[in-house]
């Protein structure tokens, strides 16, 4: 058991290529219960690559993830149970009701009572009286709460978000952040990629920018957006 | 082992709600058997060959291009929305992972071979008699090996564009010896042999069996883990 | 240019010198086995396509395919991009070799047997392992990603050299045969040292042939690895 204030996250010496690409070269990064870190970075920087590494749907080519102490390797199933994921994809079955994907995540993730916490998460993206429907039934802004529902079924203290705002109206938008900020507790971790540091710049406690596979820049968030908009300038031209 | 297998039927219970609520695959699959059926009936100079020795070569051809048909929906599924990322991001290993699949897989291919063989009875008049508990044994060992390897397959040309098409390819060559057993193991059948005339083609069909359901549940994380 | 471009291009030279060298080698064979070889009795003159049939198939059969298939399991294991590689040129020899003995196996075939194709079981074979080659590489050609595209060649490499048994077995039960070596046998059961010492050159030739052939396609594939190397980076 690691001690209280040992880090959630411990990535090592990440490097991952496709082919000629170098898509993570040599990224170091400790991310602590309590952090939200928000991680930048022009297209192609790697952000999302870093993200599904340390999420453990791609393994490192060089380098290592632990998470809460345990090395995330096809070999140790359990090393990814903290872990939940929320993509601009929604992950959902279209042929399956929102109940029954949560049910389904549910007996993945060996919940005691699958039904009832799908019940319950529903509830709180005010999705219940839709669980007997199809996820194409529903509308851009209640699929992207059904998807939510979903990541958050196993209460995953590692969270990590890639792009979430995409396709987002205002309302929506403003509503994911709510949630964000609630489920910003003592416990949990998050990393959220985006395009535009104002979606989520006040929810974080740390900032990173990828460039070019490595950190252009990594430290704590600064309290002005707009002066960091310049820093993230000079850094992303490299 | 519990789990992994509570794993698996989640699964595959998963895999087989889903088809049965569409049907587009095991429907695709059956009509394809029947017309397969019907061809052979027109192709072939009723006196110049007796149905009952070509029978066996019919009915195996068949099930094995019906079943590259039925197998093909096994991932293509998870493409939609990103959902396989769900069941590789789980605390799930990737051994029940296959699992799962694979027991989805063999549910839909037992399936149309189960519409497939009434067909076939009907269509070439056959009187299978005394034959027919020898030839779903038959029918089932040989499904457990290819299905063991379609599995795999599946998976890897789920990422490539033409799916469909690269599946047979590379899969047919594999079903051909459980194929020759088959058959060599039909025919004795259908003219009314004992089963124990027939046990060194069940045998080889075992053997086909264990060594690529073992291989396959080995190289199935090779495939799925990026 | 860069060192990767360097290596493959001495790669391509000593491949393009051994393949050269090999292809002499086989003259030289013919040569042999048509001047200095006594004719078989039976077969007369088509007999003479036995020295380059049977060194084909056994490289193919026992060198190249298993080859391949050691080298993507070892991929599997230690993910090196050389090793892939490796079973990638090792296939396309293979496949090479294959299309020779299908190609001679008729010619041979015709004279004796009267028809251009039998369902022997060697010839069977190679059939099988050349439809199995074949997938393999339309597998590689239809995927993008280089690490998708290795993992996957070495899966299926593994799987297809487990298969070729149960194609042996499957194929002489078909048959009506009991299961026999496929290891070449010379047609009658003792050579006379001439042939046999043609039959051994051209086994030498053939694995000559395949060391510089595979050494070339490999050169060709670093080469190609390493231009989009220096255009992505």
Known sequence: MPPADAPLVEARGLARRYGPVHALRGVDLDLHPGEVLLLLGPNGAGKSTLLRSLAGLLRPQAGSVMIAGRRLSGDDPDARRPIGLLSHQSLLYDELTLLENLVLAGRLYDLPDPRGRAETVLARQALLERKDDRPRQLSRGMQQRAAIARALMHDPILLLLDEPFTGLDAVAGDRLRALLGELRTAERAMVIVTHHASEAWDLATRVGVLVGGRWGFLGPRPADLAAFHLTYQEVARG | MGRALRHALAIAGKDLRMELRTRTSLLSAAVFAALVLMVFNFARDPTAVATVDLAPSILWVTVTFASVVAMNRAFTVERENGAFDGLLLAPVSRESLYLGKYLANLAFVLIVEAITLPLFVLFFNLDLGGALPGLLLTLLLATIGFVAVGTVFSAMVAKTRFAELMLPILLLPFMVPPLIFAVKTTVPLFAGRPLSDVLPGLRFLALYDVAFVTLSVLLFSAVVDE | ?233
Do not use: N
């Open chain 3, 1 to 233: 240019m860069t060192p990767d471009a360097a290596r493959a291009r001495s790669l391509m030279t000593r491949g393009v010198v051994l393949t050269v060298l090999a292809l002499i080698g086989q003259a030289a064979v013919m040569l042999l086995a048509i001047q200095f070889t006594p004719v078989e009795a039976r077969q007369g003159m088509a007999q003479k396509i036995f020295y380059v049939h049977v060194p084909a198939a056994v490289i193919a059969l026992w060198v190249a395919v298993p080859l391949t298939a050691f080298a993507g399991l070892l991929y599997l294991w230690l993910h090196d991009p050389r090793l892939d590689r490796f079973a990638a040129a090792s296939a396309e020899v293979a496949t090479v070799l294959c299309g020779i003995v299908l190609a001679t196996g008729p010619i041979w075939g015709k004279p004796i047997w009267g028809t251009w194709w039998t369902w022997d079981g060697r010839l069977t074979l190679t059939l099988f392992l050349f439809f199995l080659l074949l997938g393999y590489h339309t597998l590689r050609a239809a995927i993008r990603d280089p690490g998708d595209r290795a993992r996957f060649s070495a899966v299926l490499g593994v799987m297809g050299l487990v298969l070729v048994p149960f194609i042996h077995l499957s194929v002489y039960l078909w048959r009506g045969l009991h299961p026999q070596p496929v290891v070449l046998k010379p047609s009658a059961p003792s050579l006379p040292p001439e042939m046999l010492r043609t039959l051994l050159s051209g086994f030498a030739v053939a694995f000559l042939l395949y060391v510089g052939f595979v050494t070339l396609r490999y050169g060709i594939q670093l080469a190609r690895d390493a231009r989009e190397a220096a255009h992505a980076g």
